[in-house]
């Protein structure tokens, strides 16, 4: 199983709440909240996380870039495609 934290920095902090008030696709395990209130998504193989990737890719194209929402998903896709299991996976 992989896990991928989404990183809450910026200028507002990514919670679990704030990415329930939108209609962004879930990942296959859906978002959960750790002890420290840090947003994890988990997959079963690194493939699983960038087809998921390329999902909110295809998602994000549909909604305004200056929205929230479109925030929200450029820092799912960030953490994806940053998390090392992931480069080291495209490397290969």
């Not at 390329?54 to 479109?70: P, T």
């Amino acid at each position: 199983m992989l896990v991928i934290e989404i990183n809450s920095a910026g200028k507002l902090p990514l919670t679990l709440t704030e990415l329930n008030k939108y209609n962004i696709p879930m990942p296959p395990y859906g978002f959960s909240s750790e002890i420290n209130n840090a947003v994890v998504m988990k997959f079963d193989d690194e493939q699983q996380a960038i087809d998921y990737s390329y999902e909110l890719d295809s998602y994000a194209n549909s909604i305004d870039s200056k929205s929230e929402e479109y925030r929200l998903i450029t820092a799912i896709e960030k953490a994806i495609s940053e998390d090392e299991f992931v480069q080291n996976y495209i490397q290969d």
